[in-house]
């Protein structure tokens, strides 16, 4: 029995999302242009979709599982849970308006003509705002709209903002933040919900190594206490003495964002041969 796996076939999702199952040893010889591929090392095979295709087909059950962007779910209210949030392809929804144009809040959109490809979303958040504006559904390059003068404004994905600064726009209002989701069919048989389990279980390793770093670090033994106190790692580290009288070795883990200036304080403490590998998986 296979667990199907419906991802988006082109664009960032797809590779960060085909990285993603490569790093949890999920192999896969497939090419964009492949619609269903199975894998050769784990149970599952993968079915490649229009993203805002994803929801629909795991929400009927055509594949039992499939990673998609948040945008799209929400977009799209089908009927499957939430199993995981991945924690890429991170991006915001927003309304933009053009650049020369002073922006007076929200009500500035009163009676405005808004592109956009999320006209759920959008309709949902001016509801809420007290905002009557009509909504002009695009399917493409919606960025383009107001310069074309289609429309007063845009709804739309933002990742860095270059595509919105290269087409004289500006971001006024943030509506939602997203990422990619990995959602289940509801109705998922038990050998499948098993395979699924094993599958969270790399998935999970993969992102707990995520921006972490594997620390090894010759100490003087006069020091070891201090150094152990500064060292914010998983539970307590690992230390081994040396052939050298009055020193030992100090085997630990740092979060990447704290790295450097932890990596300072053991340096004044005397640590010396400091050695930083990366963190492949990692099983908690």
Known sequence: MLLRIAVQAKGRLYDETMSFLEESD???????????????????????????DIPQTVATGVAD???VGENEFMEKG????IIKRLGFSKCRLSLAMPKDIE???IQWFEGKKIATSYPGILSNFLKKQGVNAEVHVITGSVEVSPGIGLADAIFDIVSSGSTLVSNR??????V???????????NLCPEKQEILRELLFRMDAVRTAEDKKYVLMNVP????KEIVAVLPGMKSPTVMPLAQKGWCSVHTVLDEQCFWEI???LKALGAEGILVLPIEKMII
């Open 176 to 186: 939602m933040k997203s990422e990619a989701l990995l959602i289940g069919n509801k």
């Open 221 to 224: 033994e006069e020091k070891l």
């Open 263 to 265: 990596i300072g304080k």
């Open 103 to 105: 922006y007076s809040g």
């Open 65 to 67: 599982i499939g990673i």
């Open 26 to 52: 999920i192999k896969l010889s497939a090419t964009k242009r492949t619609l269903l591929v199975q894998s050769t090392n784990f149970p599952v095979e993968v079915l490649f979709l229009r993203d805002d």
């Open 169 to 174: 726009l500006k971001e006024v209002e943030v």
């Open 78 to 81: 089908e009927d499957a849970e």
